[in-house]
């Protein structure tokens, strides 16, 4: 308490200078504490470090304690090779420990003990646990202690995961690209190869292991079958070198055809015994050059990937074959639970994707061996901005399941917006099954956790400062479900951006409402995210979901929206659940708002328990998530010179970016609603902006006006596109004069980096390049971007011309002009 509060006054002085920094090193930067703080640490840390054992992973921990201790206090600790009479931090296992101080405990696999005792007159810090990997873990916990200026003068904390299987899947793919990733290439492959350069990988087991993930699988699940090949296999052995060190084991996503295709079999029937001496021998293989390889992902009868169906054969069959082969080497298999039909009739009212986990595998419980662990999605769907937990963690008794959490953001903004997931995995994680009407919360249903994590060589991982925060929270709730997103995010900031209380407060706010906040400018009430899910799941395409076989469909139509999941009338989706979260979901009563349009169909005017209507939330939640994005941004504006300036021009790009993207979704969402449902929003905003100047509406010099699809993407559903060498559009200014700001809503595609320059009464006021990269090359709600030019005094009668410059296919295309008071 006192080094907290000792913390907090000493923040209050601004540091004169504050070093760049890139976001590498994530949470674990280790920057030097205050002076005050750091000198009661460095009173009661003991100067000399000891381990008892010789393996890499002791050895990675007293090296981090080295780093980290150097690193946030300036000393440097003294290596012994033994316990002396002098002070040490001692690093062992229980049974080495027991060799030379009288302590005893039980402590789990993986679990640590932090405990200080006194030896020979001499006060140690002993960080003992049953294997190495708990050490390490338990090293990490005392560097994260200091960091947050947690006490260590009298240890005696003992701590254990809640599950024994964390895991990291990545969807890299062998040539170097990585499906829904959006941190730049593979830090594993390139050109069909692992990378030669692997410092990389051994820094991502690095941040794996301070969160305590013992397991990483380094290739799509849209497996490629040369992954096995027996050329690859030496090259993998080297990604499992480098994460070694960290206690990560490296593993693999597997396509089930390979025996067909890559072992040149004529089938990949589970049942058929040349299949299964296939994959015991390329398992065997696999373990004579990686021994402690830790196994399979795999995606079958999914999205197109082959499957035991081919044969008539069962999941059962398909996960007990190949997890026969890994059992003797102690390897596991994760069969996903993500399996469904793509091609379902949308006219058929019965046909439900939601259902499909559960109706593929519930029959199966009991029929899968012991290491074969089930991997289920959170949500019955697929990642969306909320779904009710899967029915499917409550139906398997018999059967390990894991929970599939995803970190990297493909339906939450991707690298683009700030959502910060914990809140989200939280409430799934605390969803009480009632399973036989008792207390089951998900949490205790599932044996591992897996996170679809994707980082990739960008300088700061993800692409986006703030998404680290992710996978932090991934990895501390595999370790303790129990703890809070509060906590956890509380945890990464102070670690993340320092101790400055001012900063802690405003990205504690922003991230721990980011969730909520994106939900309420795409999909609120259970609509799901109403991203153009047949293309790059980024930007809004509110019917993209909608007469295709995907079945991520939300039914809106002229008379009402939502999905009838019901069992009186609907697909009968939620009576998968027991029956006493079943009574809650099937009425209307009792189905909270959230969830609402998820298991119902109800018209636009239904009434929720929120006293408003059903198209009243969405007008108004798209509203109030746009102004809550605005107030990240000035809040973010107000911590300059207390984050350190290239990271705070990072996350200020990124937030105004996703301000003006935010609003693109409201009028996007609600305009749309508004044509189907001919409701008008009771506040009178929706179609209505005054202070917006159409592009297609201006004068204009060799620009087109095009109608943009799907229309909801741009204001009026009109963009104008030049196809000239150069393109202007002007109109006047009739608004009162004064300061304003002047809000260009412009499109960016992928493939060429127009230029616009803007005057007001002949004065140039700013000029801009198209040079983003975002994921279209299309004219649409992707690519609708926004630059603000802040502060221009303008005088009724004042002309305001844009001229914009193409360039290879870019159009410089622009949508409006919005003239708003200047901010202050
Ligand atoms: C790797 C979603 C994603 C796919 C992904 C799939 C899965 O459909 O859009 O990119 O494929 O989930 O989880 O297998």
């Known amino acids: 308490m006192f080094l907290r509060k000792l913390g907090m006054v000493a923040a209050l002085l601004l540091p004169a200078s504050l070093n760049a920094e890139t976001g590498y090193d994530a949470w674990l930067r280790y920057a030097p504490l205050d002076d005050a703080v750091a000198s009661q640490y460095r009173s009661t840390l003991p100067p000399t470090i000891t381990i008892l054992g010789s393996g890499p992973l002791q050895q990675s921990a007293q090296q981090e304690l080295i780093r980290g201790v150097h690193g946030m206090l300036s000393r440097t600790l003294r290596v ?62 005392l560097l ?52 030669e350069d692997l410092k990389r990988v051994n820094d991502y087991g690095r941040m794996l292991a301070s969160v305590s993930i013992n397991g990483c699988s380094i290739n799509n699940v849209n497996a490629d079958t040369r992954v096995l090949s027996s050329d690859l296999i030496p090259q993998i052995a080297r990604i499992a070198g480098a994460f070694r060190a960290w206690g990560v084991k490296v593993a693999l996503a597997v396509d089930f055809g390979s025996p067909k295709t890559l072992g040149g079999l004529d089938t990949y029937d589970p049942l058929d015994p040349s299949v299964a001496a296939w994959w015991k021998s390329k398992v065997d293989e696999i373990y004579r050059v990686i021994p402690d390889f830790g196994g399979f992902v795999l995606k079958a009868d999914s999205e197109g990937r082959v499957g035991p169906s081919t044969y008539g054969r069962t999941h ?68 969306q901005v909320r779904e009710p937990a899967s029915p499917l963690f409550g139906a398997l008794d018999k059967t390990r399941e894991a929970i599939e959490l995803q970190i990297t953001q493909e339906y939450f903004g991707q690298a683009r917006h700030l959502v910060f997931l914990g809140p989200m995995w939280k409430e799934t994680l605390e969803f009480d099954m009632r399973i036989r009407d008792r207390a089951t919360p998900v949490k205790k249903l599932v044996a591992g956790f897996v996170g679809v994590s994707n980082v990739g060589t960008n300088e700061n991982w993800y692409g986006n400062q703030m998404s680290q925060a992710n996978l932090y929270g991934f990895g501390r709730l595999g370790w303790n479900a129990d703890l809070t997103a509060g906590r956890i995010v509380d945890e990464w900031t102070r670690q993340t951006f320092g101790d400055d209380p001012v900063v802690t407060k405003a990205v504690v706010d922003m991230q721990l409402t980011s969730w909520r906040t994106y939900e309420n400018y795409t999909g609120p009430l259970g609509l799901q995210t109403l991203t153009d899910i047949v293309g790059n799941h980024y930007g809004v395409a509110v019917e993209a979901s909608e007469r295709n076989g995907w079945g991520q469909w939300h039914k ?41 349009l998820f298991m119902h169909h109800v018209p636009y005017t239904y009434k929720l328990h929120s006293g408003k209507t059903a198209i009243q939330h969405i007008y108004d939640s ?23 300036d290239d ?13 003006g993207q935010a609003v693109v979704w409201r009028d996007a969402v609600n305009n749309w609603f508004f044509k189907e449902s001919g409701v008008a929003d009771t506040k009178g905003r929706v179609g209505r902006h005054p202070d917006r100047i159409e592009a297609e509406a201006m004068t204009l010099g060799g620009y087109v006006a095009k109608p943009v699809t799907p229309w909801e993407s741009a204001s009026g559903a009109t963009a104008i596109e030049c196809a000239e060498a150069t393109c202007t559009a002007s109109f006047k200014y009739n608004g009162e ?46 690519s609708s971007t926004r630059r603000t030019i802040h502060g221009v005094a303008l005088r009724k009668g004042d002309e305001i011309r844009i001229e914009g410059i193409p360039d290879g296919r870019e159009t410089a295309a622009l949508d409006y002009v919005e003239i708003v008071a200047a901010e202050n």
């Not at 039980?106 to 294997?131: C, E, Q």
């Open 144 to 195: 994260r202690k200091v960091a947050l200026h947690e006490s260590i003068a009298e240890l005696d904390e003992k701590q254990s995961p809640a599950v024994s299987i964390r895991w990291i899947n990545q969807w890299d793919n062998l040539n170097g690209t990585i499906e829904r990733g959006y941190g730049g290439p593979s830090i594993f492959w390139e050109n069909g190869h692992v990378r």
């Open 647 to 659: 990271r705070y021009k990072d996350v200020l790009a990124q937030l105004e970016y996703q301000a």
């Open 80 to 141: 012994e090779s033994d316990v002396s009479n002098e002070p040490s931090i001692v690093l062992g296992t229980l049974d080495q420990i027991r060799r030379r101080f009288t302590l005893t405990a039980s402590i789990p696999p993986d679990g640590y003990w932090l405990k200080s005792t006194t030896l020979n007159g001499a006060r140690h810090i002993v960080i003992t646990a049953a294997n190495d990997s708990g050490v390490l873990y338990g090293s990490f916990g």
């Open 737 to 782: 004069p004064g300061w304003r700001d002047l809000l260009v809503q412009y499109f960016d595609q992928q493939d060429g980096v127009s230029h616009f320059r803007i005057w007001v009464a002949n004065q140039l006021v700013d000029e801009w390049f198209a040079a983003d990269r975002l994921p279209t090359r299309k004219v649409d709600s992707s």
């Open 556 to 596: 809106a139509d002229a008379n009402g929206v939502g999905f009838d999941r019901s069992v009186a009338t609907g697909t009968g989706f939620i009576g998968q659940y027991s029956s006493s979260v079943m009574k809650v979901y099937e009425s209307l009563a009792s189905c909270p708002d959230d969830l609402v």
């Open 316 to 383: 059962a069959d398909a996960a007990n074959v190949v997890a026969r082969a890994l059992k003797p080497h102690g390897g596991v298999i994760f069969y996903r639970g993500f399996v469904y039909d793509h091609h379902m009739d949308w006219e058929n009212p019965k046909n439900d994707r939601a259902r499909a986990a559960y109706d593929n595998f519930r029959e199966l419980d009991g029929k899968f061996d012991d290491n074969v662990i089930i991997q289920i999605k959170n949500g019955p769907i697929d990642f």
């Open 622 to 644: 798209h509203y109030e998530g746009a102004e809550t994005v605005a107030r990240y941004l000035r809040n973010w504006k107000a911590l300059k010179g207390r984050v350190d």
